[in-house]
């Protein structure tokens, strides 16, 4: 009777093992796939925007990504990352450009709809026409004004939580338009693998 038990015990472990490694399987081809249809949809989007960004801080430093492209949280269909920051972290221009919006008067930041819009920012128009933006700064956090010519690498602003912001983050996307909106596009950063599409729940060190 007892080795009975163990028999039928030991073939529960073993299929249960086999159905752990199909598994394991399934989710290693979908993501393959989810991987191949987002290099296909990248592709398309970026019309050919071969440009590198730098991570949006100070050099030497790693920052964690917590959003990244087609993230299932805020970022659904959406072309934006959000790296997890404290309030008052130094923002470097990503790439070089002009200043076109930047907002610094907002003081308050939470996920009610109230909150919607009420963000601290600064946009950056690039020479290609794309427009970067960075976003939730903390009040007074925009340390350049409209019209200012920026350099990649240049400090421009204060991490902070305003708008629609659950906890203290930078959220920056590129876009065709001048304002945030879903003509939002993947673009690569330099990493130290070489430029890569940032993925959520990563370190990644500023170079
Ligand atoms: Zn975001």
Redesign the pocket.
């Known amino acids: 009777m007892q080795k009975d038990n163990c028999v039928h015990f030991c073939c529960i472990i073993g299929v249960m093992r086999i159905v752990g490694i199909l598994l394991l399987l399934l989710f290693a081809s979908c993501a393959v796939v989810q991987n191949n249809e987002f290099m296909a949809r990248a592709e398309s989007l970026m019309q050919g925007h071969d440009h590198v960004y730098l991570l949006p801080f100070e050099k030497g430093k790693s920052y964690y990504v917590v959003?990244g492209y087609e993230s299932m949280l805020?970022?659904k269909g959406d072309y934006?990352i959000?790296f997890k920051v404290k309030p008052g972290t130094k923002i470097m221009a990503a790439r070089d450009g002009v200043v076109v919006f930047a907002r610094e008067t907002n003081e308050k930041g939470g996920v009610g709809k109230k909150y919607v819009g009420k963000g601290n920012g600064i946009t950056i128009k690039h020479n290609d026409g794309t427009y970067a933006h960075y976003w939730h700064l903390q009040y007074n956090g925009a340390l350049v004004n409209v019209g200012d010519t920026v350099q990649q690498g240049q400090l421009i602003g204060l991490s902070g939580s305003t708008g629609f912001s659950a906890f203290p983050h930078l959220?920056f996307e590129v876009t065709r338009e001048q304002r945030i909106s879903r003509e939002d596009f993947p673009v690569l950063f330099f990493t130290e693998k070489g430029p890569k599409f940032l993925q959520p729940f990563r370190w990644y060190k500023a170079l």
């Open positions: 959003q805020s970022h934006a959000d959220h």
